[in-house]
T-cell receptor, first 114, second 120 residues
Framework: KNQVEQSPQSLIILEGKNCTLQCNYTVSPFSNLRWYKQDTGRGPVSLTIMTFSENTKSNGRYTATLDADTKQSSLHITASQLSDSASYICVVSYSSSGTYKYIFGTGTRLKVLA | GAGVSQSPSNKVTEKGKDVELRCDPI?????LYWYRQSLGQGLEFLIYFQGNSAPDKSGLPSDRFSAERTGGSVSTLTIQRTQQEDSAVYLC??????????????????FGPGTRLLVL
């Protein structure tokens, strides 16, 4: 069964600290993996998109890694800011019958405290 | 420089009523997606449009759900005879809809703010 699991479910850190969010998936055939940031009451915003051949991709203070062999990804946030407080969603895409399907994780809720 | 817009932002309805949700994609985006986000659940794909046609309707949960897109732009998602389990945030996203397998594979989807539907 195609699944995406994220951990931890929630996380609280102090401003300025780093943190790493995890995403494990059992999706096949793998197409790409995306990380989104979703502020409360808003739609998700894309942070990174990685295909099979990419191991790491950065977007400012956000760095995503992908290990296609172990089917794991991580999102590392450096020098966290209060505005990083949000849900972070991992999405894995696979191809099926000529279209792309998307499996969403339930997200990690990050709270950054001053 | 408008992004994806959705209306209404909130909708409260009684069980058994029909509701219509609207999505205005980014101008020039030919691909449009509808998703549902229930409390405590991950986003769930509903339907995908390329232009006015829907090559993938596999996510629609029942025949009470339908969607259409006209003029390659605005899309409406209709839920007939709403049930309490339909309560959720309905999100719309659009993307360029580029031709070519690789381009389509890695296209960024831009999401709207969602419509929060509550069925009493």
């Amino acid at each position: 069964k195609n699944q995406v699991e994220q951990s931890p479910q929630s996380l609280i850190i102090l401003e300025g600290k780093n943190c790493t969010l995890q995403c494990n998936y059992t999706v096949s055939p793998f197409s790409n993996l995306r990380w989104y940031k979703q502020d409360t009451g808003r739609g998700p915003v894309s942070l990174t998109i990685m295909t099979f051949s990419e191991n790491t991709k950065s977007n400012g203070r956000y760095t995503a890694t992908l290990d296609a062999d172990t089917k794991q990804s991580s999102l590392h946030i450096t020098a966290s800011q209060l505005s990083d407080s949000a849900s972070y969603i991992c999405v894995v895409s696979y191809s099926s019958s000529g279209t792309y399907k998307y499996i969403f994780g339930t997200g990690t809720r990050l709270k950054v405290l001053a | 420089g408008a992004g994806v817009s959705q209306s209404p932002s909130n909708k409260v309805t009684e069980k058994g009523k029909d509701v219509e949700l609207r999505c205005d994609p980014i101008s020039g985006h030919t691909a449009l997606y509808w998703y549902r986000q229930s409390l405590g659940q991950g986003l769930e794909f509903l339907i995908y449009f390329q232009g006015n046609s829907a090559p993938d309707k596999s996510g629609l949960p029942s025949d009470r759900f339908s969607a259409e897109r006209t003029g390659g732009s605005v899309s409406t998602l209709t839920i007939q005879r709403t049930q309490q389990e339909d309560s959720a945030v309905y999100l719309c996203a659009s993307s360029l809809g580029a031709s070519g397998t690789l381009a389509k594979k890695i296209e960024t989807q831009y999401f709207g703010p969602g419509t929060r539907l509550l069925v009493l």
